[in-house]
């Protein structure tokens, strides 16, 4: 059994065929790991089916993301980024100079999230939070042309 049977049963269960193009994209973002462009699962895909393009990657990937089986993070003039959705709870440190995008453990954020929720009974989606600013190298540069 492969380790994303579990999501080949969802993607039945919702009604929708498990053709081979859906089935090898799922398999690129499981054995990818981490956040991953279409560019890079389409590169992941064409090596076993070259006939798979860059459109079926798109909308197969929302497909995923809607039944829940995967997740998308957006950061500004970044492509979208994809994920597992099993994937242990993080959140992002987004460099707003380079582009570079650190995962952080969520547990520290969670904490303050509840203490915001329970002031402001607002209630923020936990499963992508992005954080924007410097990067210690983008900062340490800042400053190095400040001085």
Known sequence: MSCYHQASEVIRSAGYRLTPQRLFILEAVYHLGGHVTAEQVLAYVQK???????????????LLVSLGLIRRFSAPNRPNEYEVAT?????HLVCLRCGRVEAVP????????????????????ETHLAIHGLCAECHAQERSHEA
């Open 106 to 125: 969520a547990e520290p954020l969670s904490t303050v999230l509840r203490e915001i929720v329970a002031a402001h009974g607002f209630t923020p989606d």
């Open 48 to 62: 076993s089916s070259p006939y798979v393009d860059l459109s079926t990657v798109y909308r197969t990937l929302e």
């Open 87 to 91: 994937a242990e709870p993080h959140h």
